[in-house]
């Protein structure tokens, strides 16, 4: 582990000269300097102090970063049917976040399952076609370039009223499909 690194790291994101943070933990800016080119090591004690002032616990500072996962490719992509059509995940295991982005792709006349209640809302664009969103006795249309959005506090589901298959970017929060 790279102490100095990492106490360099936390001194800059918070935007803290050397000087200013020696100063804060009655330190020299020569010795922050040390640590910060690990050609000193602090104790206990003055390690503490110093994540004191970073606002960054010992636990914190010593636990393991693990890259996140930003990018996702087709590889990551997991299909399977919904309704007439098909659901595909864009972002793996997203039901651990607050939000769930799938495609729905419907063919000609195909309707997504049906939506039953839930706690959250939904949004929606549409990549290709024409849809029908239909809310218990009402529906709404939408075309390509148009967007939809819904509380999740009824019945609903898509239908693809135009003449070609239909693709639908759809948002879920919480994560629920």
Not at 19 to 33: F, N
Request: glycine residues 8%; proline residues 4%; charged residues 25%.
């Amino acid at each position: 582990m790279d102490i100095g690194q990492k106490i360099r790291a936390c001194r800059l994101q918070l935007g803290l000269t050397q000087e200013d943070l020696a100063s804060r933990c009655d330190l020299t800016k020569g010795y922050i300097s040390q640590l910060e080119n690990d050609v000193s090591s602090p104790s206990i004690s003055t390690l503490e102090d110093i994540l004191n002032v970073l606002g960054v616990s010992l636990p914190q500072f010593f636990a393991e970063q693990k890259e996140e996962k930003i990018v996702f490719t087709s590889e990551d992509l997991v299909t399977s049917s919904h309704g007439d059509g098909a659901i595909t995940w864009l972002v793996p295991n997203s039901q651990k976040n607050d939000m769930e982005p799938v495609l729905l792709t419907l063919p000609v006349n195909g309707s997504s399952d049906i939506r039953y209640p839930f706690e959250g809302q939904e949004f929606g664009y549409v990549l290709d076609g024409r849809i029908m969103i239909i809310v218990q006795d009402f529906a709404y249309k939408a075309k390509k370039g148009e967007s939809f959005y819904l509380l999740g506090d009824k019945e609903h589901k898509i239908v693809n009223v135009g003449s070609k298959e239909a693709k639908i970017l759809w948002v879920a929060t919480p994560s629920n499909f």
